[in-house]
């Protein structure tokens, strides 16, 4: 099973946090219950890290996400936004009362977003619903083949 890419996601900013918290790449891993060896590939940018680990690395680091994953806010997908606050899409579908399902497809923008789903997907986001809409757009309007 393929694991799924973070857009955005910087390697070196990783590296460059780890460094300024003067962690060893063991301790780091120790500390966010995480494998060296996980730490290490991400650093190397070989793997690309799940969205809940990168959070905990973050608040082991005591930096935000966005330093670790940088995507323009005008270039975003509904995923980024999701990302950029360190949920899995099963945490953001119960923080929204959606489905899993349902908040993969909007990801994706494989269905409408309606206003029974945009409401409580921004708010859970922390975004204004036309942010949201804008994403969604361009998630679905993106090239074949560019993951969303």
Known sequence: MSRRVIRGFRPQGLRAARKAAELKVADLARLARIGVATIERWEAGSTSPQID?????AKVLTVEIDELIDIPADQRFPGDWRNLIGLTQPQLGAQAGLDTSTVGRI????????????VPLAAALGIDVAELRAS?????????????
């Not at 990801?107 to 945009?118: I, P």
């Open 53 to 57: 680990k990168l959070a905990a690395v």
């Open 107 to 118: 990801e994706r923008g494989e269905t409408d977003l309606t206003d029974k789903t945009a």
């Open 136 to 148: 969604h757009e361009r998630a679905r309007n993106r090239p074949a083949g560019t993951p969303a």
